[in-house]
Each structure stands twice: as structure tokens, then as C-alpha cells.
């Protein structure tokens, strides 16, 4: 170790195993340390769980066996990965959620722009901008926000 000048270390396994892992999530009015479904209205999980399915190019692989921890193997953005797994634990496996029939338009990310955004149009026709990118560029492009009740 006398070479070394720098030594890096993470101790959440981006650098160790090359994966990311949401820990924390800021919804409806309050920060939770847990993911879950209970955590906010029902609606609220379908329109997030929707919008990370189909704002997403990532395709990774969940692996559940019988009595073991959830495997995952992240085959694209890491964030986007962990963002993905976010959903398939709310019960929304990409896979099945993601309908490129019904996605109108995208707009790739932008580092100028630093976000992403996709057009969707749901089952009943009604068109949703799902948006992800950096909260300084994101944020002030919003007019409405969903409270703690789940109303916009």
C-alpha cells in the first residue's frame, strides 16, 4: 500500500459489485427510509411504477428463488437498474408494464438538458409525460405536485 495515493471506497457495492440500490424516497410530502407500497396512495404507485417502466432503456433480470433473496443482474444504467427494481417491487415488472405500442414519443436524455422524458398514452387514451433527470432541471418545469393524501 506505500503506492497507493488514493484508496476509494462505497459501501453501498456501486464500486464493489457495479450495482445501485434506491435507500431512500421522497414521495408525497415525506422521505422514507423503507420502499414499500403502503408508503403512498394507490394511485400515486401506479402512475411512479408506470413511469419508470416506460421512461427506461434498461433491461435488467429479477431472479426469485424459493427462500432466497432477490437477485438482480443490472444490464444497462445502473440507475435506471435500481430505479426498475424500485418498481418490481412495488409489483410492476417492466417487462410487462413496459408497452413500446403505447409510448408516442421519447426524448432521450440530454447532458445538457440533464433529464429524459417519454410520452405515454394509457389504456383510455389519456396522454402522460413521464420525466426523470436532475431535480434542478426537473423541478421547475412543474406547475402541480401530489400531497401527502395523494391529490394533486
Known amino acids: 500500500m506505500g503506492g497507493a495515493d488514493n484508496i476509494c ?7 464493489t459489485k457495479n450495482l445501485m440500490t434506491v435507500t431512500k424516497i421522497f414521495i408525497e410530502q415525506g422521505t422514507h427510509d423503507t420502499i414499500e407500497k403502503n408508503i403512498m396512495s394507490e394511485s400515486t404507485l401506479r402512475l411512479l411504477s408506470l413511469g ?11 431472479i426469485s428463488e424459493r427462500g432466497q433473496p432477490l437477485k438482480i443482474e443490472q444490464n444497462g444504467s445502473k440507475t435506471e437498474c435500481a430505479l426498475l427494481e424500485v418498481a418490481y417491487r412495488f409489483g410492476y415488472d417492466y417487462e410487462k ?4 405500442d403505447r409510448i408516442k414519443k421519447t426524448f ?5 438538458k440533464k433529464k429524459m ?8 387514451g389519456k396522454l402522460y409525460l413521464f420525466v426523470k433527470g436532475a431535480p434542478d432541471f426537473t423541478i421547475p ?12
Open 52 to 62: 419508470i417502466c416506460n421512461n427506461s432503456n434498461a433491461n435488467p433480470k429479477f
Open 97 to 100: 408494464f413496459r408497452n413500446r
Open 108 to 112: 432521450p436524455f440530454s447532458s445538457e
Open 117 to 124: 422524458a417519454t410520452v405515454y398514452e394509457d389504456e383510455k
Open 141 to 152: 418545469s412543474c406547475s402541480h405536485f401530489v400531497n401527502k393524501d395523494g391529490v394533486v
Open 9 to 15: 471506497s462505497d459501501k453501498t457495492g456501486t464500486l
